[in-house]
């Protein structure tokens, strides 16, 4: 009788390690998935956002939106939470946003490039001054990209244009920044409370 419940107490030892051992593989499992969500996430977002922009819809402004959507989705995971945005994401999702892109090729991925650095350089001093500051220095960076794509375009007419879609395309990414940054300020504090769960 003593043996048979040792031999049940050592049989129940060994279930409930095994257990342990399940539940310990489920949440490093669990916690890799949260990872790579993370990590990739902000990327997908963006090259999706290039996508659905870059099919034939005869909106007025849809490349000047991509553009925006596209550097206020790399400006804002830069400054806010850079891990989510990892730099070879971005440069892969760039690569990749280029092929959809009507800008001229290469622009709009150095652009990317820059607004990432510009705003994880500066993140510890623009987190304490505020949303208007890092509002400004984003327009700052549309507006050299607009200027950048408008200088490619007068080189490739050998002519004079018109400096509108500059002004239009600085006015609209400025526009929608601020939406583009409620909602992903969102969808971060519903991601946040999924990983706390």
């Given at each position: 009788m003593v043996?048979?419940?040792?031999v049940w107490g050592?049989?129940?030892?060994?279930?409930?390690?095994?257990?342990?051992?399940?539940?310990?593989?489920?949440?490093?499992?669990?916690?890799?998935?949260?990872?790579?969500?993370?990590?990739?996430?902000p990327c997908v977002v963006m090259v999706i956002l290039a996508f659905v922009l870059s099919a034939p819809f005869g909106i007025l402004g849809q490349t000047e939106l991509q553009t925006a959507l596209t550097l206020g989705t790399v400006w804002f995971w830069a400054l806010y939470r850079p891990a989510f945005m990892p730099l070879f994401?971005?440069?892969?999702?760039?690569?990749?946003?280029e092929l959809f892109?009507?800008?001229?090729?290469?622009?709009?991925l150095f652009w990317m490039l820059v607004a990432y650095g510009v705003a994880h350089g500066c993140r510890a001093g623009l987190?304490?001054?505020?949303?208007?500051?890092?509002?400004?220095?984003?327009?700052?960076?549309?507006?050299?990209?607009?200027?950048?794509?408008?200088?490619?375009?007068?080189?490739?007419?050998?002519?004079?244009?018109?400096?509108?879609?500059?002004v239009f395309?600085?006015?609209?990414?400025?526009?929608?920044y601020p939406f583009l940054h409620v909602l992903y300020l969102w969808g971060l504090s519903?991601?946040?409370?999924?990983?706390?769960?």
């Open positions: 043996e048979q419940q040792r050592m049989a129940l030892r060994l279930e409930q390690g095994r257990l342990d051992h399940e539940a310990l593989e489920g949440i490093r499992q669990r916690k890799l998935m949260v990872q790579v969500r993370r990590k990739l996430l994401g971005l440069f892969c999702g760039g690569l990749v946003i892109s009507a800008n001229p090729p290469g622009v709009l987190s304490r001054r505020g949303f208007l500051l890092s509002w400004t220095l984003y327009g700052l960076i549309i507006l050299g990209e607009a200027l950048t794509d408008w200088v490619l375009m007068v080189i490739r007419v050998r002519g004079a244009l018109s400096v509108y879609p500059i395309q600085e006015a609209l990414a400025v526009g929608s519903i991601m946040e409370k999924h990983d706390r769960l």
